[in-house]
């Protein structure tokens, strides 16, 4: 659970209660002691880069303490300790920049609400002492001027963003204070009103919410992205030179390439090295394969020519191409319906005749072994009277094949003519012929 700061009253504020993390730059009074603090406005400017590391404390009241190694791990634990560990890391880095600045303005820091907690009656934890081991020496400045890095509880965030909505649970009453500066740079800053609000004031660049920075922890977010959060882009993460000082792990951005494009470009911030953003090589493509080279960076290779792809398409040197129009053959068959001709059968399908004799048809002229006619009548072998149907005739004609004809069926009138023809032929035969 976040450690919520323990609040501190303020004379003239209608007793609004502010948490531990808030700074002294208020330029009120703010209890015993406050006459002997340093009016803001004589610092700016003062304080220049490079710097020395402070590596001892001097906390009113204790003595001197061992900035890296005690004091910093307590500041930690007693100020945000249940945070996710990238929040532990931004409160060290926020805790250091604090102490800078009291220790160059006043020499010395109180150990409570007006400044930072360092006893809170509980020791540091593994985590607590790595999140200061993590950030040695690391303090933030603007325009090499050391920051007065403000923090303070602020809202308990349900976004998930991180920046806190209207209606948000604010137990200790100081969202009011924080700055919400991701994207902003140079005069568009928003400066906390727990300072001396003016463009010429690069000590006062914002305010960080605790509540918010274990948000930002919980979705993944690095500690210099949740100082850039709530101080703004262009704040510069510095590192201090000194003994208590672990030597940095990068001194520019040239020391942290491990020549492997692929996992993007590294860079040295406060003198330790930070991931960069992978390369993202998917070209949404089905006709090639992605994939990275260490030296080249994304690489395409083409699939096999004929690997399906979307729509129905197919793959054709690395590109899908659209399927082909239907052009009406089936290359099973044979068969172009658009001739009107089967040319395995030499069947009509006009005539609704099919292999097989479909359509009605009980002799297939190719098939049935019957005759075709020249242009003569066959005396039945070419001919076809299905029942109920007219008699038909098969014919081959020159540029069209076989094709059966149908014909006229006899009719009752033409059937007597025929018989009396008959009749009167047979009478005549028989005059010539004579008696006998």
Known sequence: MVQAPRPLVLPGRGGRRLPLGLLWLLGLGV????????????LLGLLQLPLTAYCTAQVVGIGGVPTETDYLPHVVNCENGGAGFEALKAQAVAARSFLYYKMASAGSIRDGQSDQVYS??????DQHRRAVEETSGQFLSYRNTLLCAFYVAGAIPSTEDCVAAAGDRDPTGTEGWVTYNWGRSGSDVIQTRLGWVNAGNYANRGCQSQNGANCLSQRGRGYVDILHFYYGMDIELQTAEGACVGEPDCRGDEDCADGDVCNGGERCVGGTCQAGAPLDCRDEEDCTTDGCDRAAGCRFAPVGDGTPCGGGGSCRGGVCQPPAPDSGVDPDSGTDPDSGTDPDSGTDPDLGL????????DVHPADSGTAHDLGGEDAGAGRDAGPGGPARRSELIRGAGCRLVATSAPTPASAVGLLLLGLLLGWGWRRRAGPG
């Open 31 to 42: 209890g015993p002691g406050c006459s002997d603090q340093v009016d803001e406005t004589r």
């Open 120 to 125: 809170c009656g509980r020791e540091p934890g």
């Open 354 to 361: 099919a292999d097989g004799g479909g359509g009605g048809a």
